[in-house]
Nanobody
């Protein structure tokens, strides 16, 4: 059974930083493309950042330079470093794992990030 467990969310003041983690179990982590998405109340779930199995990254244009996605294949974990946080970054952040070859796609339960002004 594939599980994605996020951690690291919380309450932070504007300008602060947080690092989210997503630990993956039950599958072969190295082959997965991993992503972070976020969903604010009343809005759709949007891509924040994505990293391929080979380490290539892409980001939502509005977040480039503030957020960094990385992965540690030895720990089966993907990270999202978030700097210079703004109140508009407040959302539930979800981890996603995708294995295109087998069309498998999985989501974590989400972690709340709240940025106060």
């Amino acid at each position: 059974q594939v599980q994605l467990v996020e951690s690291g969310g919380g309450l932070v003041q504007a300008g602060g930083s947080l690092r989210l983690s997503c630990a993956v179990s039950g599958t072969i982590f190295n082959v997965l493309a991993m992503g972070w998405y976020r969903q604010a109340p009343g809005k759709q779930r949007d891509l924040v950042a994505r990293i391929t199995s080979g380490g290539s990254t892409n980001y939502a244009d509005s977040l480039k330079g503030r957020f960094t996605i990385s992965r540690d294949n030895a720990k089966n974990t993907v990270y999202l470093q978030m700097n210079s946080l703004k109140p508009e970054d407040t959302a539930v952040y979800y981890c996603n794992a995708n294995w295109a070859l087998t069309r498998q796609n999985y989501w974590g339960q989400g972690t709340q990030v709240t940025v106060s002004s």
